[in-house]
């Protein structure tokens, strides 16, 4: 079956680094110009070296104009609830590497659901549930049941876990699942054999051909992105991610896409970023991906520190993590001793939301239903519109 | 004398206003609560994935005058008819009303409507009892085929979505505008008041906007705005535009000879 596979290998990396060395000022000028559609090639030139020294302005507020037309004045709100953190992989940048002497951990049903209610009694609605790679622990069933258990709770149910085969991905979406993450991490096979050392995450492959594999599946959404630091040439590498972009939303012209921007953060191992992308140049990257595609879902961590989130707000952000855990129950059971990384924004949502307010967004805890997959259900009286609040039950568990 | 007798109707209903608001994108409730207001439209749309009524309080829902302002539950979000016709059972118990804006976009990026999928859920909901509106592309003979399903009204596109392009549909709509038998509601792609005038001054009966007025730097006087370019474009239309002429009727350089 074909996938995105094939049009990698046909692309190379070092061609694709130099025409973006080597864009020049009536390129840039050309991108900035196309009326906000100006193709890979453009794209290409937004990323470039001289886009960055003399037009971050003028794509700065092209990028505000866009998504004001698209999104209006709102971010979307929501929360990582880490379900595992046991992993079978070796990975030099992650916490939950297999070396690593962390404790390690898998929720239980009822602990899930004591992480329900912590996160429901904050507001949230859109929850995105992470786990490590580990099938003994975390199996398409586990996550069959997890995911079937909080659409009771939430509106809406993502997940950010191991690759799976697009039969899994069909399952789960009657379950409910919403959106998948799956950052290929890095585009360039060097580094990505670097930093990946053992464990089904070394297959490169796989990794690359999942988002076709959802894509097959009927995902209502799935989110691309690269982790800044472990390639040299950061440009590239998000140019390889629009490639896969591009590629994806005419073939699965009936899915959404989301884009995130994680840097590496501290953690618990040794390794330290190969590159530290500048807060400079990720707003580069932020505005080049605005300006070329209007309809992107572009997502903020809490990776990043307050102030730096703030400022990056206007210019393209839709969607914010706040408040999170990066650790399996974190929000209700654990200390912080099993986290995957340690974030920057250490505010609470309900922080968040006022900083919001005050920059003149509204916070939209709430954009989908669970009864937007009814397919799975056999009667919907479990829904928010369904009158019966959920909250009430929650409390009784925890 | 006009306003008195000119009332838009839609399955029985009197509206006094031509202008229908949409409800997302406003950067707080009380501001959309405003400008609703001061538009004065009396009918506003609220997308389902939205709403939550069981919150303590929902960020669209509980800044509504609802005594004044009609709610219009839309389907947005759902990808065809059968998502389509279970959300608007779950709107119709949700917020008691059996009126409904049916839009089915399985395109995410320009949320372009299914104009079969439409059809269908139209058919299907109107049998149904719902006060079906369904937003469609500007395709006349689509729009004679949901009125007969039975549409209460149809709501065709000015341009995508959005996009502030006004009346690229502008020849389309003239055709479905001149062959309706149910009011004709231009939504989507009107992006300042005086493309809202134009439309009615083509004959639309009302107008649906969102994004110009919320996304405006003050929603609340782009509202007011909207408002009044709506009703002139609507007195404009009864009192019966001129003809456009591009030539002056003086010279008669073909026939003058005649005369002289």
Known sequence: ?398 | MIEEVDELKISGEVFNSRLFLGTGKFQSGEILSRAVFASESQMVTVAMKRANPNAEKDSILDFLDTANVRVLPNTSGVRDAKEAIFVARMAREALGTNWLKLEIHPDPKYLMPDPIATLEATKELSKDGFVVLPYCHADPVLCKLLEEAGAAAVMPLGSPIGSNQGLESREFLRIIIEQANVPVVVDAGIGAPSQASEAMEMGASAVLVNTAIAVSPDPVIMGKAFGGAVKAGRAAHLAGLGNVSKSAHSTSPLTGFLSS
Not at chain 1, 263 to 271: A, K, N, Q, T
Not at chain 1, 352 to 378: C, I, N, R
């Open chain 1, 1 to 398: 079956m074909n996938s995105f596979l094939d049009k990698y290998e046909n692309t190379s990396w070092s061609d694709i680094s130099s025409r973006i060395e080597l864009s020049t000022r009536e390129e840039v000028e050309a991108a900035l110009n196309s009326d906000g559609r100006c193709g890979l090639q453009g794209f290409a030139a937004l990323l470039s070296p001289i886009a960055g020294i003399e037009y971050l302005e003028e794509m700065a507020q092209i990028a505000h104009k866009l998504t004001m037309q698209r999104f209006g004045k709102v971010i979307r709100l929501f929360a990582p609830m880490y379900l595992s953190n046991e992993c079978t992989n070796v990975c030099d940048y992650c916490g939950f590497s297999l070396g690593n002497k962390i404790p390690r951990k898998t929720l239980s049903i009822a602990e899930i659901l004591k992480e329900t209610a912590a996160l429901r009694s904050q507001g949230f609605e859109h929850v995105l549930l992470v786990t490590g790679e580990s099938t003994n622990k975390v199996s398409t069933d586990y996550l069959f049941e997890a995911i079937t258990l909080l659409n009771e709770y939430f509106s809406n149910v993502s997940m950010e876990v191991q690759p799976l085969d697009q039969s899994d991905y069909q399952h789960l979406i009657k379950a409910g699942l919403h959106a998948v993450l799956v950052y290929q991490e890095t585009y360039e096979r060097k580094s990505y054999a670097k930093h990946h050392i053992k464990g089904k995450k070394t297959n490169f492959n796989w990794r690359l051909e999942t988002a076709d594999r959802l894509g097959r599946a009927g995902i209502n959404k799935i989110g691309l992105g690269c982790l800044y630091g472990l390639t040299e040439d950061w440009r590239t590498d998000s140019f390889f991610a629009a490639l896969h972009l591009d590629y994806l939303e005419k073939k699965y012209w009936q899915t959404s896409f989301s884009m995130s921007f994680p840097r590496i953060r501290p953690y618990e191992g040794e390794m330290s970023p190969l590159v530290d992308l500048q807060n400079r140049d990720l707003v580069q990257l932020l505005c080049a991906f605005r300006i070329f595609n209007h309809e992107l879902e572009l997502s903020l961590s809490t990776r990043e520190g307050p102030a730096l989130r703030e400022q990056l707000l206007p210019l393209g952000i839709t969607t914010m993590s706040a408040g999170s855990k990066t650790n399996p129950g974190g929000y209700s059971v654990s200390d912080d001793s099993l986290e995957q990384f340690s974030i920057s924004d250490e505010r609470s949502p309900d922080e968040v939301a006022q900083m919001l307010s005050l920059k003149g967004y509204e916070p939209v805890w709430k954009d989908w239903d669970s009864s937007y997959h009814f397919k799975s259900k056999t009667e919907p009286s479990k829904s928010t519109f369904s009158g019966e609040s959920n909250s009430s039950d929650i409390k009784m568990v925890s």
